[in-house]
C-alpha cells in the first residue's frame, strides 16, 4: 500500500516561491511515475507536472511552464515542486500522485495512489 504525505504549502505573495515536498511510505519500494495536481474551489483537479520513470522525462502543465520545476530524490524516493514566480492564480490545493513505471498519464484518473494534499495561497 503506498502512502504519500505532501508538505511545504503555505501563504506567499505573488512572485514568491515555495517548494512542496513529496515523502513515501516505508512500503515505496519500487519506482513510480509521480505527478503533482492542483485543484482550487470550483474547479476541475488539473495536472501541474509529472516525472515519469523510466527515464525521468518531466512533464509540466502549461500554465506552469518555465516557472515550475520537479525533481526527484533517488535516495530518499521523495518528490519535490519547486515554484516560482508565484500568481494568485496558483492558489490551490496540491496533491501528489502515483502510478506505476512504464505509465506516464497526464489526467488524475491514472493515478491510483494520492497524498492529502497541501495548501499554497498566494496573495
Known amino acids: 500500500h503506498v502512502q504519500l504525505v505532501e508538505s511545504g504549502g503555505g501563504s506567499v505573495q505573488a512572485g514568491g516561491s515555495l517548494k512542496l515536498s513529496c515523502a513515501p511510505s516505508?512500503?515505496?519500494?519500487?519506482?513510480?511515475?509521480m505527478g503533482w495536481f492542483r485543484q482550487a474551489p470550483g474547479k476541475e483537479r488539473e495536472g501541474v507536472a509529472r516525472?515519469?520513470?523510466?527515464?525521468?522525462?518531466?512533464f509540466y502543465g502549461d500554465s506552469v511552464k518555465g516557472r515550475f520545476n520537479i525533481t526527484q530524490d533517488k535516495r530518499t524516493r521523495t518528490t519535490f515542486l519547486l515554484m516560482s514566480s508565484l500568481k494568485p492564480e496558483d492558489t490551490a490545493m496540491y496533491f501528489c500522485?502515483?502510478?506505476?513505471?512504464?505509465?506516464?498519464?497526464?489526467?488524475?484518473?491514472?493515478?491510483?495512489?494520492w497524498g492529502q494534499g497541501t495548501q499554497v495561497t498566494v496573495s
Open positions: 500522485a502515483a502510478t506505476y513505471i512504464n505509465s506516464c498519464p497526464r489526467t488524475s484518473d491514472g493515478y491510483p495512489f
Open positions: 516505508e512500503s515505496f519500494d519500487r519506482t513510480y511515475t
Open positions: 516525472i515519469c520513470t523510466p527515464g525521468g522525462t518531466p
